[in-house]
């Protein structure tokens, strides 16, 4: 259980700029885990086994990539009891994304803009840090698992992305136990244009097959998963859900920040470039999920992430058609407690319906 209720540490954050309190608790956890200064975050990981994907989650809460995105906090996040944590978007050259200020609170709705831009140290740096987590090493009946979120540099061109994917399929894959294909964030410019039918398609042929010479090569299959935009039609998500299962990839992850800002106008803020997260997405996403429940059939991994501020809220997500979940902005609003508070609430409603 956590020593310091994040109801005294939430003040002092939400003082200072978003990106401000975000680098500096990233540095705590960096130099808190794997010390006893852990204990002032950890909390009990629910035991909540479920198989998806070939692989065992411990829960179905999960941290979705954004927060950590040099992979440096790996062991700090498990403290917290989640079941998986993913780290990135990791891009094959490191680069400092898009000018500041570009990250806003809006508190009033539960809710943050970010347009941060694929911000890393590259992949190399990020490999690195990946390989100092001791997670693997505790002594667990379920060892969490850890996803590899994939991006391409601002730089590359859009017609060339699918090289820079490839060179971070490569670098990640041995220390991976999934790897997520980053094609929603709206904060590079045109990679959204990779949901659409063609370059999906050509994206995800490059994928799967040099995935299958990895699986050879290293002896183990890592599963893929490709993360979606709430901000689609229901034909679009009916192509993209064609497509993914046309060529093998494992799973599906829904969704990234919203474009739109109907649920925010006239708040401060609000006009800010970039993806919305928080409560206003809950929604959007929730209906991307049915819509891929609908498309993809019942045995098709969906990962639910989108406005997840309660338990309640996680419950919502996998009535809604996902498998488990993943939270970022409802852990800024909320603190580690949630993380617990979900997976045990999702646990007791499965068993309900059992």
């Known amino acids: 259980m956590s020593l310091i209720p994040y109801a005294f540490t939430r003040p002092f954050l939400f003082g200072m700029d978003a990106e401000t309190a975000h680098e500096l608790t990233m540095d705590m956890l ?119 979120n ?20 490569d670098g990640v894959y041995p220390h991976a136990d999934y790897v997520t294909v980053n094609i929603s964030s709206p904060n590079t410019q045109n990679l959204r244009a990779l949901q659409s039918d063609a370059a999906l398609d050509a994206l995800l042929a490059a994928i799967a097959e040099r995935r299958e010479a990895l699986a050879v090569q290293h002896a183990r299959r890592v599963p893929v998963f490709v993360k979606i935009a709430p901000d689609l039609d229901e034909t679009q998500v009916a192509v993209i859900a064609a497509t993914l299962q046309r060529h093998g990839t494992d799973g599906v992850i829904a969704t990234n920040t919203t474009i739109g800002r109907e649920a925010v106008k006239g708040l401060r803020h609000a006009e800010e470039t970039g993806g919305l997260s928080g409560a206003p997405v809950y929604e959007a996403s929730n209906r991307v999920i049915s819509q891929l429940r609908a498309a993809l059939g019942s045995g098709f991994p969906i990962i639910g992430v989108g406005g997840i501020l309660s338990a309640q809220d996680a419950v919502g997500k996998i009535r809604a058609g996902a498998d488990v979940v993943q939270i970022y902005t409802g852990l800024i609003y909320q603190g580690p407690t949630l993380v617990a508070q979900a997976a045990r609430a999702i646990k007791a409603d499965s068993a309900s319906r059992r």
């Open 30 to 148: 960096a130099r808190g885990q794997r010390t006893p200064l852990q204990w002032a975050w950890c909390n009990e990981t629910v035991e909540d086994p479920v198989q998806l994907a070939g692989l065992t989650f411990p829960n179905r809460v999960g941290l979705a990539a954004g927060l950590d995105k040099n992979a440096r906090c790996i062991d700090a996040l498990g403290a917290m009891g989640f079941g998986f944590v993913e780290v990135g978007t990791v891009t094959p050259k490191g680069q400092p994304g898009n000018p500041k200020p570009r990250m806003f609170r809006i508190p009033e709705k539960n809710a943050l803009i970010n347009r941060l831009g694929f911000n890393n140290e590259g992949l190399d740096a990020f490999l690195r840090n990946v390989q100092q987590a001791r997670f693997r090493s505790q002594p667990s009946k379920r060892p969490m698992l850890l996803g590899l």
């Open 150 to 169: 994939i991006g391409k540099n601002a730089t590359t061109a859009i017609e060339d992305a699918t090289r820079d994917y490839l060179a971070c399929l």
